[in-house]
């Protein structure tokens, strides 16, 4: 099933499926489980090579404090393993066109420089390869090769090159037992027919760089709050918690909250929902790892609002974690590298501090994973994610007929709301299908096999 | 492993069901606590399922000591609860009967967050079991 | 009503010689920083009937997962034991690995050896590393003697009871019915709607709660397929998922119906302050939000006006987190005996759009709010923080250990007098004017023991209804056939409310789509070889109907023999010990199961 990847040249082939999901994080692959469990044949489209979004990547999580990747991986085997679910990570859709109640989509393969079906994801070319790359999935704490598997747990376990570092030495091809290296790949272009689309495209983080007076992402030891997931997942980069700037254990570490949300000078007024919560959960991860670390989370209001989130609210304050109600002004540091941060504190005279810590954390806002205009023709709102035509009883409907939204897409949102909108969106896709006349029928059926074999190796 | 000839360590049953104790001893180790690596957890849908005799020749084959976790009044068949009391009964009959000390059989209920009970049954019966000694080792 | 699978037919993988693989997982660390993964499965590899024993950093992970299939082929195994984090995690996972490798689901043991080893053992790893080898040592032993079953197959009715006619309730039937299934809606007022027709604008986008029930309501009422129920109750319900029996009382009528499954779409109530918190029934210029909500309205008790007494109002206090945050020591438990110490999260917002509403209606009249957190945490909540900042709400803050105290104004002017001792401005004493004090009152569970007590439902520690598992499966309950939709679950808004009635929709419609429930296949068997036909299983059985005595034919006489109904016997397994023959077991907890195990843990290794 080459499909003319070893060969350079694109190939056009159509595929037709009931469902098109746009993501492959958590709140994409449940609804596609969703869909599949109803019968409906779904294609996800993933543009990183694995599936799984931010959360397999995270340590624990709140409220429960079950590890993320048990969670996550069972949810991505199941969407992998699931009859009516096809995914084709490291993807991308170019364009989109409405034909009647249905839609032509037209995807894009990006070439991986590794024939999908012979990669056995064995590793073998990512030891031999000589080229050392910080690495994204480990926040660029730790380093990965310019060929790799994406991370431990990655679904599918395929290796790709990252062409940006690559120098050409051929040691990987050398390397390899199936021959599986092929630097003359193209991208592939795919058509596909879907009666549906759902959008969950998630939600990327605010750059550090634009946050001029906390360092603008030059101190080093001030962390982001994605790179502390890492820095406590039992996986993670160091394996264990320290700061980068001398690998001291930090005794003191501080979190500033709000960091690029609520805050209009760098153009997000709205809340990020999620960062009260995980802050309060890795100072309480901190807590357990480093036995003497004193914690301060400075914060405007802390917005412990799901089911159990007060309680563990309540639960991190009586384990001694401090919390004070301050904005942070500005952060430097100082000769040793130890971040300062310069803040008012309310609570007592209102008077300006300024107070050393061995580790700062920023808590980053959301932004908007993706913007869809002129690619598939769902509308944003001000906020730059995904807009919901109608908030109160259908707040998984886009403006546009038959597309559908779902998790962090629509706005920053924690794992469980997003599970649970994952499901509304499934229901509120199939229903379009039923009313469109759409289901598998036989015709559809012989091409969806095709396309399940096309796919095979590379779900 | 042949150091067990030297240092015979006890061991404890702990019989949890499925609907609440099963998910309580889960829910000990999500919190991280800590207890006794001389426990052995079975997961039992519902604890009626066993005849008096069961616990005797647990006791038999060297177990020192049992502590069945049931989900009490909120057993989800219903009967059982009950049904399984009365069979508990029974075993400590038999127990005493046999010259068995019948604290080496303990009941409880166990919620699927009753952390604290749980780890307290726990505690209890390895103090028991260590107290006694050989005393309560079974033949 | 129901289809019986035929009796076991024993698949060829089942009477083979066992051939046990085994693999422990080092779950990245969380079980092998503890536990010498290799020293147990070292230890596996010398059990009895084991053919392969391994170790993978993540066993539920692809690469892990495909060993197993691997080695079933390569190897010829046709038993697995994986030793991991809880079963109840990753049992199903596991299960399906199985099924993709052509083996029946149920040749699978798990062994918990990180929530119940390595996680509550940190001090002992040597003692941690026994304990897991001995709980391999028992799930090989059982799996040693499990034999392939045949998930039950169940007809289902596609019919649906939602029980609750408020926003969730509604959006739920709209959904089921548009998906083919019928619905009968059962709600206990007069009218549907529940909360929502005591409400007026509704955040966040300023529509009346009126024009949305209204389109929703009529949706529903021109709906052939639902039936909807008003001034009726639940009053007995039996069966399982795929055929419920319920019994509805509704205008001094009991009918029974017939349905697959049972949404609970029951709401919350909202907190009634107890007598003198906040001078909460001591005085009357003291009310709760959702009164004030009423006075807000146009056609509400004083015309929209706002007036307390008959005086006109200048002065609004909100307090917020009334019957929410609480802290034991700090606050009282209400009339359940119970402390509500979680957020009621739609009560900040709903506050703040009271706020505005009133600055933006009586501009002359100054608002005062009293908060310990703003949570305005949901897409477009923000901008009501800040319209109310800019539109000159004044905002205080307190702390929980310092609540406000309310008192009569000594002077003319206004009535009371709201005491706070404000962090905003670093702990000052300050004196609120207010001729009106509205208290901002939570959601509470409400008092559902009948419905629980019937459909054998628990509650989270919180009071509200549990699902059972918030990532997992976030709107079923521990009971098979029975969701959650909206507020009984947790304090939700309409929005998310709406959310999670479409979802429970969808579990609905995945669960009786097909026609039929397959269910897992734990169920009472007899064996006509030993039954000797006494009854004593029948007796016990609390299972109507679940065992009976049949006759069979064997060598050409007629015996009396028990034969089990495996869609109605409920798995409990009570009529294990009442035969006197050990005639009856439960497929896949067969007492020599439980001796096995036993025996294994009593070994050494
Ligand atoms: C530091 C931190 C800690 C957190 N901790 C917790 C916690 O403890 N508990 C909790 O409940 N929540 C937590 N969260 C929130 C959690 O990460 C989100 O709720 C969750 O990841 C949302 O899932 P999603 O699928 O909507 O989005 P994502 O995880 O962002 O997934 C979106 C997916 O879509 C893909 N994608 C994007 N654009 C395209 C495109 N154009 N084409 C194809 N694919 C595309 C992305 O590659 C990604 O795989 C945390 C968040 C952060 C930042
Ligand atoms: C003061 C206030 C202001 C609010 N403002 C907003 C706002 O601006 N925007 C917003 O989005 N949300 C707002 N909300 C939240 C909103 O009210 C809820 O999200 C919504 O009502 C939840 O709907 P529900 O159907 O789950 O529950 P409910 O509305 O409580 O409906 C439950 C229904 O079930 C029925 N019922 C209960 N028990 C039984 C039984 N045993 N048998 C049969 N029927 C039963 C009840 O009679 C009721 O009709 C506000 C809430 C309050 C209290």
């Not at chain 3, 959650?484 to 947790?490: D, F, M």
């Amino acid at each position: 099933m080459s499909a003319g990847s070893s060969t350079g040249e694109t190939v056009q082939q159509r595929l037709v499926f009931d469902a098109l999901v746009v993501g492959g994080g958590i709140a994409g692959l449940q609804s596609a489980i969703e869909l599949g469990d109803q019968g409906y044949k779904v294609l996800i489209v993933e543009k990183a090579p694995s599936i799984g979004g931010k959360m397999i990547g995270l340590s624990k999580v709140f409220p429960t404090l079950d590890c993320s990747s048990c969670i996550c991986t069972p949810r991505m085997a199941a969407a992998a393993h699931h009859e009516n679910v096809t995914i084709f990570t490291y993807s991308e859709v170019r364009r989109t066109e409405r034909a009647g109640s249905r839609f032509q989509v037209e995807v894009v393969r990006k070439p991986r420089y590794v024939h999908e079906a012979d990669c056995i994801g064995c590793r073998l070319c990512e030891y031999a390869c000589p080229i050392h790359v910080e690495h994204e999935f480990e926040g660029n704490l730790g380093a990965r090769k310019a060929i790799y598997v994406p991370f431990a747990n990655a679904i599918p376990q395929l290796a790709l090159v990252d062409l940006e570092h690559c120098v050409f030495c051929g040691l990987c091809e050398k390397a390899c037992p199936t021959h599986a290296i092929n630097f003359l790949q193209q991208p592939e272009e795919i058509a596909v027919e879907v009666g549906t689309i759902i959008l969950a495209t998630g939600y990327k983080m605010m750059s550090p760089e634009r946050l001029k007076l906390y360092g603008g992402g030059r101190l080093r030891n001030v962390l982001t709050s994605l790179q502390v997931e890492r820095l406590l997942a039992p996986h993670g980069p160091y394996g264990r918690v320290l700061r980068p700037s001398d690998g001291k254990a930090p005794s003191s570490i501080g979190y500033v909250q709000c960091a690029g949300s609520r805050d209009q000078s760098v153009g997000v007024s709205y809340c990020s929902r999620v960062c009260c919560m995980y802050a309060i959960k890795q100072a309480m991860l901190l807590s357990g790892s480093l036995p003497m670390v004193d914690i301060t989370i400075y914060y405007m209001d802390i917005r412990a609002f799901g089911k159990g989130f007060e309680q563990f609210f309540q639960n991190a304050k009586a384990m001694g974690i401090e919390f004070v109600k301050a904005k942070v002004g500005r952060i430097t540091e100082d000769e040793n590298q130890n971040p300062v941060v310069r803040v008012e504190v309310m609570e007592q005279d209102g008077r300006v501090e300024e107070r050393k810590h061995d580790m700062v954390v920023l808590s980053l806002g959301l932004l908007p994973g993706w913007d869809p205009s002129g690619v598939v023709p769902a509308e944003i709102a001000e906020d730059g994610f995904i807009r919901s035509a109608d908030p109160l009883l259908a707040p998984a409907r886009t403006t546009a007929e038959g597309i559908f939204v779902a998790g962090a897409a629509a706005g920053p949102k924690d794992i469980p709301d997003s599970i649970v909108e994952a499901g509304a969106a499934a229901m509120e896709a199939a229903i379009y299908l039923r009313r469109n006349g759409s289901s598998s029928n036989g015709d559809e059926r012989a091409v969806n096999e095709q396309a399940a074999v096309v796919a095979q190796g590379r779900g | 492993m042949s150091e067990v000839q030297q240092a015979r360590r006890p061991k404890i049953l702990l019989l949890a069901t499925t609907a609440c104790a099963y998910p309580g001893a889960d829910y000990v180790g999500q919190i991280h606590s800590e207890y006794s690596t001389d426990t052995y957890i079975i997961r039992v849908p519902a604890l009626a399922v066993f005849p008096p005799e069961f616990y005797l020749r647990c006791f038999q084959k060297g177990i020192d000591g049992i502590i069945a976790m049931s989900c009490g009044h909120e057993c989800p068949y219903p009967g059982a609860y009950e049904r399984f009391a009365e069979r508990i009964g029974r075993a400590q009959e038999l127990m005493k009967r046999q010259g068995l000390d019948a604290r080496r059989l303990r009941t409880t209920a166990i919620c699927t967050v009753c952390g604290r009970a749980f780890l307290k049954e726990v505690q209890d019966m390895v103090q028991r079991v260590a107290q006694s000694g050989g005393q309560l080792v079974g033949k | 009503m129901s289809k019986v699978n035929p009796p076991n037919e024993k698949p060829a993988n089942g009477n083979q010689q066992p051939k046990v693989g085994v693999y422990v997982c080092r779950c990245g660390g969380n079980i092998s920083d503890v536990v010498s993964v290799e020293k147990v499965a070292e230890a596996a590899g010398q059990m009895p009937d084991v053919v392969v024993a391994r170790q993978n950093t993540f066993m539920c992970s692809h690469p892990g997962q495909q060993m197993i299939v691997d080695d079933i082929a390569k190897l010829g195994l046709n038993r697995v034991v994986v030793a991991a984090c809880s079963p109840r995690l990753h049992e199903l996972t596991f299960r399906k690995t199985l099924v993709r490798a052509g083996l029946n689901a149920y040749l699978f043991e798990h062994a918990n050896i990180r929530e119940q080893v390595s996680w509550v053992s940190k001090s002992d790893p040597e003692g941690a590393t026994a304990k897991a080898t001995r709980l391999v040592g028992a799930a090989v032993a059982k799996v040693r003697l499990s034999r392939p079953l045949d998930p039950i197959k169940v007809d289902a009715t596609r019919q649906v009871l939602i029980i609750g006619g408020g926003v969730s309730g509604l959006r739920c039937a709209r959904d089921l019915s548009q998906s083919g299934f019928r619905v009968v809606l059962v709600e206990q007022s007069a009218a549907l709607g529940g909360r929502l027709t005591e409400l007026g604008r509704l955040y966040p986008v300023q529509v009346e709660a009126r024009e949305v029930l209204h389109s929703l309501i009529s949706e529903v009422s021109r709906d052939a397929a639902i039936q909807v129920l008003t001034s009726a109750e639940v009053t007995a319900v039996s069966g399982s998922i795929g055929n419920f029996s319920v019994a509805v009382r509704c205008a001094q009528q009991e009918t029974t119906i017939h349905v697959g499954a049972i949404v609970l779409a029951t709401g919350f109530d909202t907190y009634e302050p107890l007598p003198g918190e906040y001078g909460y029934a001591e005085f009357p210029e003291v009310i709760t939000l959702p009164q004030f909500v009423r006075l807000l309205e146009k056609q509400g008790p004083s015309d929209g006006q706002l007036q307390r007494n008959g005086r006109p109002v200048k002065n609004v206090c909100l307090v917020h987190c009334v019957g929410s945050r609480q802290i034991e020591g700090i606050h009282q438990p209400g009339p359940d005996g119970r402390l509500h110490e979680y957020c009621s999260r739609f009560c900040c917002t709903a506050a703040l759009q009271a706020a505005n509403e009133i600055r933006a209606r009586f501009p002359a009249v100054n608002v005062f709010d009293v908060y310990r957190d703003i949570r305005t945490y949901g897409r477009g909540h923000e901008s009501y923080y800040e319209q109310a900042s800019k539109q000159g709400v004044i905002f205080f803050r307190f702390l929980a250990e310092q609540l406000p105290q309310i008192r009569r104004a000594d002077a003319d002017g206004s009535a009371l007098v709201v005491q706070v001792k404000d962090t905003l401005t670093w702990g000052e004493d300050l004196e609120i004017p207010a001729d009106l004090v509205v208290l901002v009152t939570g959601a509470v569970p409400r008092d559902l023991s009948r419905l629980i007590d019937m459909l054998k439902l628990s509650r989270s520690p919180d009071g509200f209804l549990q699902e059972v598992h918030p990532k997992l499966r976030p709107v079923e309950t521990a009971v098979s056939g029975v969701f959650l939709a909206g507020g009984c679950q947790a304090p939700m808004d309409v929005g998310e409310s709406c959310t999670a009635a479409s979802a429970a929709a969808a579990r609905v419609s995945a669960a009786l789509l097909k026609g039929y429930v397959e269910l897992e296949p734990f169920a009472a068997v007899a064996d006509p070889a030993l039954c000797t036909g006494t009854g004593a299983c029948i007796e016990v059985c609390q299972h109507q109907r679940a065992i009976s005595l049949v006759d069979v034919m064997a060598d050409g006489v007629t015996l009396r023999r028990a034969q089990v109904n495996p869609a109605l016997c409920g798995g409990c397994g009570m009529c294990v010990p009442a035969c006197p023959h050990g005639a009856i077991q439960v497929d896949g907890w067969r007492l020599e199961q439980f001796e096995a195990m036993v025996d294994a843990i009593a070994a050494d290794y």
